[in-house]
């Protein structure tokens, strides 16, 4: 496993970006498939994003295309997910999660699939 920590969030108004960024101590984090998530308490964790383990592959939620954008900086164990037009309903706990496994089918879109989990962060929109 490895350990995440993730940054970034905070309170924006509707319309604005930030950028969540997930960085990664422990084995080698480049041989890993990297995800973000977000849940409202009382609801399950939803899928957000993912990218594979060399950044060539990158996989959203239909709530994030043309919005969001995943990517990742192996040299510094890094991975970002760049929000843009934001929304008063991407107001949300965001955790950055990781795979030490391929990618295999629509595995990213898992929540058990992952073996490692960020504390969250807070993202807040108003509107």
């Known amino acids: 496993q490895v350990q995440l920590v993730e940054s970034g969030g905070g309170l924006v108004q509707a319309g604005g970006s930030l950028r969540l960024s997930c960085a990664a101590s422990?084995?080698?984090?480049?041989?890993?498939?990297a995800g973000w998530f977000r849940q409202v308490p009382g609801k399950e964790r939803e899928f957000v994003a993912a990218?594979?383990?060399?950044?060539?592959?990158?996989y959203y939620a239909d709530s994030a295309k043309g919005r969001f954008i995943i990517s990742r900086d192996n040299a510094k164990n890094t991975v970002y997910l760049q929000m843009n037009s934001l929304k008063p309903e991407d107001t949300d706990v965001y955790y950055c999660?990781?795979?030490?496994?391929?990618?295999?089918?629509?595995?990213?879109?898992?929540?058990?699939?992952?073996?490692?989990w960020g504390q969250g962060i807070q993202v807040t929109v108003s509107s």
């Open positions: 422990g084995r080698t984090f480049s041989r890993y498939t």
């Open positions: 999660a990781a795979a030490v496994d391929l990618i295999r089918g629509d595995s990213y879109y898992v929540t058990g699939w992952y073996d490692s």
């Open positions: 990218i594979n383990w060399s950044g060539g592959s990158t």
